[in-house]
């Protein structure tokens, strides 16, 4: 299959890198309105570069695009690829509101092409092991999941928050892990080294039987991505970039008190059994983009309806 890229930005350069190491993709051509960057980049991947991609998409014949531009061209963008009928990969959020989000999803029906937005730590190695975890109820009921994801400010993103920049990944993968979406949902956006935009947030999202608590921020000194889950049975931390995670197994005993005021039940803990589980690493954006491939190649059903959930929910106030 032919595929191009819009947008060659931090992302989209990395995107020029795994379509140019898939022996079944040719990159036919790249397009972003630097014109210098553009064309080095196409001579190292011996490639075409076009300044205008509605040029690229009529003169080119291209199976797939992926659409890495800013948030605030999201919707002009990848519309304008989905009439052209090319599946589309555009990276996430999927647009900057709610309404755009839903003509996109509308307009990948209608023209019978794919949509995938990219929430790329769907794709993590070790996310995807956690997610058979908890499916294979290991740690019992799941009570609570704690996600950290923190560093410095990025100065290439100039259109969105912290919320929709950062968080939203965690949104996305609350709702990914529990299946469902959340009842309630409580918001603390800060401004505190920025004027418009929020550059801390932290939200608590209210599940039918679980909660989440997620910590996001364009303020801290030391880049941290984590992800802890408390269940009835079980502790489990994942580490996001080292793709590393330790399940504590409980150990514990259980009785009947028995007083005057009250009968329950009391647990004796002893230490825990401890799991470092074995995760084959890869990596998240490759895995995206062949997963992608394989629904073009095989006309696999793509939704991304849940793209637009976890944006609905990181633009609250």
């Not at 060659?8 to 014109?35: F, Q």
Request: proline share 3%; glycine share 4%; hydrophobic share 40%.
């Amino acid at each position: 299959m032919k595929a191009a890229i819009i947008g060659i930005g931090n992302m989209g350069k990395n995107h020029v890198r795994v379509y140019s190491e898939i022996s079944s993709i040719t990159l036919v051509a790249l397009s972003d309105l630097n014109e210098t960057l553009g064309t080095q980049l196409a001579e190292k991947h011996h490639t075409k570069f076009y300044r205008d991609y509605e040029e690229m998409l009529e003169k080119e014949e291209i199976d797939l695009v992926s659409v890495c531009v800013p948030t605030s061209l999201h919707f002009k963008v990848a519309s304008y690829c989905l009439k052209k009928k090319v599946h589309t990969l555009l990276e996430k959020p999927i647009t900057s509101n709610i309404n755009d989000a839903q003509k996109l999803i509308n307009l990948a029906k209608r023209n019978k092409v794919k949509l995938l937005v990219g929430h790329i730590e769907r794709y993590n190695p070790a996310l995807r092991q956690v997610k058979e975890i908890v499916d294979s109820g290991i740690l019992g009921r799941i009570i609570a999941i704690t996600s950290r994801r923190v560093g410095g400010f990025p100065p290439q993103i100039k259109d969105v928050d912290v919320a929709v920049d950062l968080a939203i990944h965690d949104i996305d993968i609350s709702n990914y892990l529990l299946g469902e979406l959340p009842t309630n949902i409580s918001v603390n956006k800060q401004l505190n080294h920025t004027r418009r935009r929020p550059d801390s947030v932290e939200f608590f999202l209210k599940y039918k039987r679980a909660s989440s608590y997620i910590q996001a921020n364009w303020i801290s000194p030391v880049k941290i991505r984590k992800l802890n889950i408390t269940g009835s049975e079980g502790y489990l931390e994942m580490d996001y970039i080292s793709q590393k995670i330790e399940i504590y197994k409980s150990n514990y005993s259980k009785f009947k008190e028995e007083s005057s005021n009250f009968s329950d039940y009391v647990l004796l803990f002893s230490e825990p059994d401890i799991t470092n589980v074995s995760v084959k690493k890869k990596e998240p954006l490759k895995e995206e983009i062949l997963f992608f491939i394989d629904c073009i190649k095989n006309n696999i059903d793509l939704d991304s309806l849940f793209a637009l959930k976890a944006l609905e929910i990181s633009l609250k106030k």
